[in-house]
Nanobody
Framework: VQLQASGGGLVQPGGTLRLSCAASLRTFNNYNMGWFRQAPGAEREFVASISGSNGATYNADSVKGRFTISRDNAENTVFLQINSLRPEDTAVYYC????????????????WGQGTQVTVSS
């Protein structure tokens, strides 16, 4: 299984990015998908999730109102739209997948992708 994240880069504060994660999962629509991030010197933290069964989304409090997770089951891809970027959003962003409940995805995802670097700086 491969989870290929892309879309990161260097952006100025207040800017936007759209991260993508293409998954080689045969039954992608059955998987709960999520995004995590890890800032320098910090632990990896949960950012957002989207359910495979009903598309329900959940965002961490730190990103509510600015980050939007979505998915395209036909393309086996999950997205993270990031608006109003702040320097504290600088991190490596990882996508993850788990066919078990959302709780498992948030705590200990079964599949991890490689990260994509997001740097917010003027």
């Amino acid at each position: 299984v491969q989870l290929q994240a892309s879309g990161g880069g260097l952006v100025q504060p207040g800017g936007t990015l759209r991260l993508s994660c293409a998954a080689s999962l045969r039954t992608f629509n059955n998987y709960n998908m999520g995004w995590f991030r890890q800032a320098p010197g910090a632990e990896r933290e949960f950012v957002a999730s989207i359910s495979g069964s009903n598309g329900a989304t959940y965002n961490a409090d730190s990103v509510k109102g600015r980050f939007t997770i979505s998915r395209d089951n036909a393309e086996n891809t999950v997205f993270l739209q990031i608006n109003s970027l702040r320097p504290e959003d600088t991190a490596v962003y990882y996508c993850a997948a788990d066919i078990r409940g959302i709780g498992w995805l948030k705590r200990d995802p079964y599949y991890w992708g490689q990260g994509t670097q997001v740097t917010v700086s003027s």
